[in-house]
């Protein structure tokens, strides 16, 4: 993975203007069908290797080699993720009740129709 830092420019409308429109910009490859372009006079690139590396190792590389730091969740955060894996825990639920009347539902009406069947057969024969 390469990372590229831009030095800071004296104006952000020269900055937005040099960006690359994202049909333009280099595209990701794993397998160096689309290396990574040289940088420009005001970039400098940090490169990751990123193959057969855990995913952990990967980012205390990361936040080693750029300087980030880590960003937590607030409470308010950590109250949505927690509402949102109740709200995936209780979608499962309810499809599994749908599915089963589903089913009830269709082996009842298969029933019916054999049921149906079997009376008509019945009164074939008497007749």
């Known amino acids: 993975m390469s990372i590229y830092f831009r030095e800071t420019s004296s104006s952000t409308t020269e900055a937005v203007r040099n960006m690359l429109p994202l049909a333009q910009q280099p595209h990701s490859s794993t397998k160096n069908e689309h290396p990574a372009p040289p940088p420009d006079e005001d970039e400098t690139v940090v490169t990751i290797n990123m193959k057969n590396v855990h995913s952990n190792t990967i980012l205390s590389e990361f936040l080693a ?8 969740p607030t409470p308010t955060e950590e109250f949505e993720m927690q509402q949102v ?6 979608a499962a639920i309810d499809r599994a009740i749908v599915k089963k009347f589903i089913d009830d539902k269709r082996h009842e009406e298969r029933m019916l129709a054999l049921a149906k069947q079997e009376a008509e057969a019945i009164k074939a024969a008497n007749q």
Request: hydrophobic residues 30%.
């Open 65 to 72: 080699k750029t300087g980030a730091t880590l960003v937590h």
């Open 85 to 90: 894996e109740e709200r995936i825990e209780h």
